[in-house]
């Protein structure tokens, strides 16, 4: 029950996450393209998902709430990059 329950949050917070930000996207160009991304989007993403791992972790699902956690890292990890790409053009 837990697990189904913890994975009902977790769906629920990717589904908000998927809601435009109000921060203009960063044009970065990469090997002759050109990527938009929005740094300030994935921040706010990444913030959702801990407050769902967090929610996860107090449920007692570790192991959802480790791959949120990871998953909101990972999405700070894409915000830097596009950050640097943008400094560095």
Not at 2 to 21: D, E, H, Q, W, Y
Request: charged share 20%; aromatic share 0%.
């Amino acid at each position: 029950m837990t697990t189904v329950l913890a994975a009902a949050l977790l769906a629920g917070g990717i589904a908000v996450t998927a809601a435009p930000a109000q921060a203009a996207p960063v044009k970065a160009s990469v090997a002759g393209g050109v990527i938009h991304c929005a740094p300030a989007e994935l921040r706010q993403q990444a913030a959702q998902l801990d407050r769902k791992a967090d929610e996860l972790n107090a449920l007692g699902d570790r192991t959802a709430a480790a791959k949120a956690h990871q998953d909101a890292e990972d999405l700070r990890r894409q915000a830097k990059a596009c950050e640097d790409a943008e400094n560095n053009s």
